[in-house]
């Protein structure tokens, strides 16, 4: 079975750095695409960008270039995203998702279960 | 970047006809792509609906189905259930930048 599996929920503070991970299993994970989607409380949702993990290909959404960084570990099959300092306006829930064919970013087949993210002083 | 508009809202009774529209943005008009579906439940991950337009993954209800005319892509759900209820939105590929995608702003359907 093709699973996402993503980190726990966190707290935090602004102006903290924090990764949040997304580890696949059931498939062979370098070779499809793994994207970040963000969900703020009540509201759509954005694409930030997405990894081809084979490869560590990036492209960034430009509303989240320079941001977050988006990173993958191939060899333990995971997928991560980061911020260096955060704001509380980064308060939010986040999916990664995988792309259904290899080598096209859409559309999103499987996604992980969601980790929130909440930033408060 | 484009932009794909949908309605905020639909409503319908149980085992009514509701479509849910997606529109494209006029800086890309007379370009076509991919349209795919995602159904979001309260208080759960997006999932798959619609691909390509339409195409439905194992498992989807052949209720759902999807269509594109010209820079406008439609869902449409048939045989309105209560389970039913829950946000959609709708993805497309973006060439601005290059290989990336966007989302719709989403659509609620609510089952009356």
């Known amino acids: 079975e093709v699973q996402l599996v993503q980190s726990g929920a966190e707290v935090t503070k602004p102006g903290e750095s924090l990764k949040i991970s997304c580890k696949g299993s059931g498939y062979s994970f370098p070779t499809y695409w793994i994207g970040w989607v963000r969900q703020m409380p009540g509201k759509g949702l954005e694409w930030m960008g997405i990894i081809h993990p084979g490869d560590s290909d990036i492209r960034y959404s430009p509303s989240f270039q320079g941001q977050v960084t988006i990173s993958a570990d191939k060899s333990i099959s995971a997928a991560y995203l980061q911020w260096s300092s955060l704001k509380a306006s980064d308060t939010a829930m986040y999916y990664c998702?995988?792309?259904?064919?290899?080598?096209?970013?859409?559309?999103?087949?499987?996604w992980g279960q969601g980790t929130l993210v909440t930033v408060s002083s | 970047q484009s932009v794909l508009t949908q309605p905020p809202s639909v409503s319908g009774a149980p085992g009514q006809r509701v479509t849910i529209s997606c529109t494209r943005s006029s800086s890309h008009l007379g370009t076509t792509y991919d349209v795919h579906w995602y159904q979001q439940l309260p208080g759960r991950a997006p999932k798959l609906l619609i691909y390509?337009?339409?195409n439905r993954p194992s498992g989807v209800p052949d209720r759902f189905s999807g269509s594109t005319s010209g820079t406008s892509a439609s869902l449409a759900i048939t045989g309105l259930q209560a389970e039913d209820e829950a946000e959609y939105f709708c993805q497309s590929y973006d060439s601005s930048p290059s290989d990336s995608t966007v989302f719709g702003s989403g659509t609620k359907v609510t089952v009356l």
């Open positions: 390509g337009d339409n």
């Open positions: 998702a995988r792309s259904m064919v290899e080598e096209v970013i859409t559309p999103f087949d499987c």
